[in-house]
T-cell receptor
């Protein structure tokens, strides 16, 4: 299995609070991705990174920001969480793009 | 506008029989296709892939077929086992800077003993 961890694995927060999710990899892969999975929607790309400090928006980027200061870490921030951001968030990595992506275990976020 | 469609939300199959999961796509620029399997409370795991220069790829019990003219791919699992019960996602991408994966909504496969 690819060395990808996500933290926290579960989080409950209140509307309007900031939240940061962390993805950490030990594979030295160049590309990192954040997805959200919702019933009836499959996996949707939020943001991705193609190198340190290099990021770009995905399909559903509104309300989210990301940062990548080191190869191994990719952070997803919800500046002011809303109930519509209640979801399961997955991080993924790949060596190239396009290429097979390997996923982390996910973070279940509930915004009350 | 869905570019990758999995029109069957669920599929039930008897153990030992063949499972066929289907996926349609609309973007003729897609040239790389993947299947992922996902168990509850876990991340998706890569299963098998195929590039557009091929029409078939096999890996053990899993075979993916690609029909470019119909913009259709399918995953065959033979024989199906209860441990195959999971949600299966189809994904597609095109080369170059637009190579991000586009996922279908998934098909839940139940293999009954």
């Amino acid at each position: 299995d690819a060395g990808i961890t996500q933290s926290p694995r579960h989080k409950v927060t209140e509307t309007g609070t900031p939240v940061t999710l962390r993805c950490h990899q030990t594979e030295n892969h160049r590309y990192m991705y954040w997805y959200r999975q919702d019933p009836g929607h499959g996996l949707r790309l939020i943001h991705y990174s193609y190198g340190v400090k290099d990021t770009d928006k995905g399909e559903v980027s509104d309300g989210y920001s990301v940062s990548r200061s080191k190869t191994e870490d990719f952070l997803l921030t919800l500046e002011s969480a809303t109930s519509s951001q209640t979801s399961v968030y997955f991080c993924a990595i790949s060596q190239n793009n396009p290429d097979t992506q390997y996923f982390g275990p996910g973070t279940r976020l509930t915004v009350l | 506008d869905q570019q990758v469609k999995q029109n069957s939300p669920s599929l039930s199959v008897q153990e030992g029989r063949i499972s066929i999961l289907n996926c349609d796509y609309t973007n003729s620029m897609f040239d790389y296709f993947l299947w992922y399997k996902k168990y509850p409370a876990e991340g998706p795991t890569f299963l098998i892939s195929i590039s557009s220069i091929k029409d078939k790829n096999e890996d053990g019990r899993f075979t993916v077929f690609l029909n470019k003219s119909a913009k259709h791919l399918s995953l065959h699992i033979v024989p199906s086992q209860p441990g195959d019960s999971a949600v299966y996602f189809c994904a597609a991408s095109r080369g170059g800077s637009q190579g991000n994966l586009i996922f279908g909504k998934g098909t839940k496969l139940s293999v009954k003993p």
